[in-house]
């Protein structure tokens, strides 16, 4: 799942994104809805967490530009107002869920993959394939049966190979899933977390190379 974080409160939004990140999450962070607009302009997002009170562009705009572009990204709108009539306009201005200030993580944890559930058809809240079982929410993993500890990065790979029910992913679909803006496209990551996915699912092997176009389960 790709996420923007877009909050002002830049110790806050950093603080959010690494939470996220550790969930296996591929995530960008801006501090102004300009820079929003920018992003979300160049790169498709599963899920927006946007603080309502923005400098530059406010984050009603923003939530407004997304509900005109027609865009199938979530927005989960955050801000310090508690009352319910502020709850009332986000969720009316297009917001698809709304998280008053402060909150505990735990909660915009599952707010976001619930939000995320959401961008794409139904799934099986638990994804099997090939021997493998990928609890997304416990995030776990087992191989026929046996456990399967795996760093954030696997995780994330190997949860967009399972959601593709045996597509074919590229290269690149994986980068833009799985990792975030900073991530240098002609580096070699994919390649070489696949080839460790490889090895901690063990045999037979059930990541298979396409070659020129990508991976499959």
């Not at 502020?86 to 505990?104: H, Q």
């Not at 099986?124 to 394939?129: Q, V």
């Not at 290269?171 to 833009?176: D, P």
């Not at 901690?200 to 396409?210: D, F, H, N, Q, Y």
Request: hydrophobic letters at 45%; glycine letters at 6%; proline letters at 6%.
């Amino acid at each position: 799942m790709r996420v923007l974080v877009v909050e002002d409160e830049q110790l806050l939004a950093d603080a959010v994104a690494t939470g996220l990140r550790r969930e296996a999450m591929a995530v960008d962070v801006v501090y102004d809805g300009a820079a929003a607009l920018e992003r979300i302009g160049v790169n498709d997002y599963d899920v927006v967490v946007l603080d309502r009170d923005l400098p530059l562009v406010h984050g009603d705009e923003v939530c407004r530009e997304l509900v005109e572009q027609g865009l199938p990204t979530r927005v989960l709108m955050l801000t310090a107002a508690g009352d319910v009539s502020d709850r009332v306009e986000g969720l009316e201005i297009g917001a698809d869920d709304y998280l008053p200030k402060p909150f505990a993580f735990s909660e915009l944890i599952a707010r976001v993959r619930a939000l995320g559930r959401r961008t794409t058809a139904p799934l099986p809240p638990i994804l099997e394939r090939a021997g493998i079982r990928l609890d997304p929410n416990r995030r776990e993993v087992f191989r026929d049966g046996k456990p399967v500890q795996l760093a954030p990065k696997e995780f994330a790979v190997l949860e967009v190979l399972m959601r593709s029910e045996g597509a074919v992913v590229s290269a690149e679909q994986l980068l833009e899933k799985a990792w975030d803006e900073n991530t240098d496209p002609f580096t070699n990551v994919v390649r070489v977390t696949v080839m460790t996915l490889r090895r901690k699912l063990g045999e037979p092997a059930v990541i298979m190379t396409v070659p020129g176009s990508g991976y499959r389960i």
